[in-house]
């Protein structure tokens, strides 16, 4: 069975820097697209960063480009969310996902297509 378990999430002011990191075991991660997702209190989730299972292939969305990075690890079944200038509005829970593509350069960006999911980490950004 294949679980994600996000971990680096906490509490950093308005400019600062966190690096979350999505760690997948009970699969073959290559074959998996990953994608990072974000709920805030009495919001819907939305769609933050994707990547395709080699790498090659990312998107964002508009309101972090720039700002956060995606990246993945598959010798270490890691995906990681590099995330810079953060700004209050980026506080939310943080969640890692798992699409099958086989080894397509797919890149997801709808919580649907997701096959797999983690609990979660926090992130807060104070004022």
């Known amino acids: 069975q294949v679980q994600l378990v996000e971990s680096g999430g906490g509490l950093v002011q308005t400019g600062g820097s966190l690096r979350l990191s999505c760690a997948a075991s009970?699969?073959?991660?290559?074959?998996?697209?990953m994608g990072w997702f974000r709920q805030a209190p009495g919001k819907e989730r939305e769609f933050v960063a994707t990547?395709?299972?080699?790498?090659?292939?990312?998107y964002y969305a508009d309101s972090v480009k720039g700002r956060f990075t995606i990246s993945r690890d598959n010798a270490k079944n890691t995906v990681y969310l590099q995330m810079n200038s953060l700004k209050p509005e980026d506080t939310a829970v943080y969640s890692c996902?798992?699409?099958?593509?086989?080894?397509?350069?797919?890149?997801?960006?709808?919580?649907?297509?997701?096959?797999?999911w983690g609990q979660g980490t926090q992130v807060t950004v104070s004022s």
């Open positions: 009970g699969c073959t991660f290559s074959n998996y697209a």
């Open positions: 996902a798992a699409d099958w593509t086989g080894r397509l350069g797919r890149v997801p960006r709808l919580s649907h297509e997701y096959d797999y």
């Open positions: 990547i395709s299972w080699s790498g090659g292939s990312t």
